[in-house]
Nanobody, 121 residues
């Protein structure tokens, strides 16, 4: 079993910053892509950013230049640094990882439980 545990969400004023972390634990042989999605009230879940094992990154247009995704492969952890936050960034943020438990297993997508980010004055 693999678990992803997120941390770092909370309430922040517009223009402020937050850093989300997501650590994978359990039976892990390797992790391929990792990333973050978010879901605002009444809206569909959308991709925020993702990062390959080789550290290639991809961002939603709405967060380019404000958010930065990174990862520590030795710690099986992915981060999301969020700067210049706007009220429209308010959402539950979910991390995911494509995990292989053993060399004989294929990659399985695993999700975190979500962490709430609220941007409000």
């Amino acid at each position: 079993q693999v678990q992803l545990v997120e941390s770092g969400g909370g309430l922040v004023q517009p223009g402020g910053s937050l850093r989300l972390s997501c650590a994978a634990s359990g039976s892990i042989f390797s992790i391929n892509d990792m990333g973050w999605y978010r879901q605002a009230p009444g809206k569909e879940r959308e991709l925020v950013a993702d990062i390959t094992r080789g550290l290639n990154t991809n961002y939603a247009d709405s967060v380019k230049g404000r958010f930065a995704i990174s990862r520590n492969n030795a710690k099986n952890t992915v981060y999301l640094q969020m700067n210049s936050l706007k009220p429209e960034d308010t959402a539950v943020y979910y991390c995911y990882a494509n995990v292989r438990a053993t060399p004989s297993h294929g990659y399985v997508e695993v999700w975190g439980q979500g962490t709430l980010v609220t941007v409000s004055s």
